[in-house]
């Protein structure tokens, strides 16, 4: 059964304290996405990453925020420091976009709930 | 102007109506189009897709593209309580090259269907 995972699922932090947030794509997917959703701007796409290398961070606050994807089954999204207004849902999404076979139709993970203190 | 515009909503039917559910979208060169369905608490979820002009059928979901009027929309026949839900739709503005596969999406519109 493939599908994205995410981990933690929740965490709660206290303002100015690190956050990492990973997420492991469906095995064979090679561009991944990482969104955040409030109730106010609904989903917001931060990055994203196609065999390992950025695409577009233009979302991402860039103080703050970082993604990378140490290899091509994981990818990781740090806020340092955090604050309250990055209390959000995060969650990544992941697809397949090879050459003659490309599959736009995006798998989302679970989700990581974030509360920052 | 949003990129992509949803009725907000709510929207509700009684059990066994249809639902109609609507999408506007900014760039006449966007060529991939979804709908999602996000349960609360819940990641999005998808539940069609399209890409030509016409309709689409998938078992009491129905998903209708015109690419002229920049419209896209999203029919559920015979509506039940379990479609309670918000319903994303989501557009790839630009099919080209590095953008390949990234999506706008809209604020959403929440369904209720009452029994």
């Known amino acids: 059964d493939a599908r994205v995972t995410q981990t933690p699922r929740h965490k709660v932090t206290e303002m100015g304290q690190e956050v990492t947030m990973r997420c492991q794509p469906i095995?064979?997917?090679?561009?991944v996405f990482w969104y955040r959703q409030t109730m106010m701007q609904g989903l917001e796409l931060l990055a994203y990453f196609r065999n390992r290398a950025p695409l577009d961070d233009s979302g991402m606050p860039k103080d703050r925020f970082s993604a990378e994807m140490p290899d091509a089954t994981l990818a990781t999204l740090k806020i340092q420091p955090s604050e309250p207004r990055d209390s959000a849902v995060y969650f990544c999404a992941s697809i397949s976009a090879l050459q003659g076979a490309w599959v736009d139709e995006q798998f989302f993970g679970p989700g990581t709930r974030l509360t920052v203190l | 102007q949003k990129e992509v515009e949803q009725n907000s909503g709510p929207l509700s039917v009684p059990e066994g109506a249809i639902a109609s559910l609507n999408c506007t979208y900014s760039d006449r060169g966007s060529q991939s189009f979804f709908w999602y369905r996000q349960y609360s608490g819940k990641s999005p979820e998808l539940i069609m897709s399209?890409?030509?002009?016409g309709d689409k059928e998938d078992g009491r979901f129905t998903a209708q593209l015109n690419k002229a009027s920049q419209y896209v929309s999203l029919l559920i026949r015979d509506s039940q309580p379990s479609d309670s839900a918000t319903y994303l739709c989501?557009?790839?503005?630009?099919?080209?090259?590095?953008?390949?596969?990234?999506?706008?999406f809209g604020q959403g519109t929440i369904l209720t269907v009452h029994p």
């Open positions: 095995l064979g997917h090679n561009t």
């Open positions: 399209i890409y030509s002009n």
């Open positions: 989501a557009v790839n503005l630009n099919a080209g090259g590095t953008s390949y596969g990234k999506l706008t």
